[in-house]
């Protein structure tokens, strides 16, 4: 069982940058690691997925070209750098983990995720 906890999220304006980070308890090497985000009143949306070794990334549509999804499995932390941030990328950002050492694929349905942490508030003002 691994624990997650996002740091890194807060104010900032639109058209910066910030980053994100996800801290894992155990080895993340045997993980595929994803971001999601929800507001309230709306289901929990898929923002970047990243395969065990970092090989594979995935990203959603709104978010392609703007964020970077990266990992380092020997601090056994993952990364979503977020740029040319939007007021509508504002939301609770949220780490997930899926055991699947050797896979090196990712996933974009939450269903698919093991591990949650508890998230990150990320809001862009206008």
């Known amino acids: 069982q691994v624990q997650l906890v996002e740091s890194g999220g807060g104010l900032a304006q639109a058209g910066t940058s910030l980053r994100v980070s996800c801290a894992a308890s155990?080895?993340?090497?045997?993980?595929?690691m994803g971001w999601f985000r929800q507001t309230p009143g709306k289901e929990r949306e898929f923002v970047a997925s990243?395969?065990?070794?970092?090989?594979?990334?995935r990203y959603a549509d709104s978010v392609k070209g703007r964020f970077a999804i990266s990992r380092d499995n020997a601090r056994n932390t993952v990364y979503l750098q977020m740029n040319s941030l939007k007021p509508e990328d504002t939301a609770n950002y949220y780490c997930?983990?899926?055991?699947?050492?050797?896979?090196?694929?990712?996933?974009?349905?939450?269903?698919?995720?093991?591990?949650w942490g508890r998230g990150t508030q990320v809001t862009v003002s206008s």
């Open positions: 990243i395969s065990c070794s970092g090989g594979s990334t």
């Open positions: 155990g080895r993340t090497v045997d993980y595929t």
């Open positions: 997930a983990a899926r055991y699947s050492p050797l896979w090196e694929g990712t996933y974009d349905a939450p269903q698919r995720y093991q591990y």
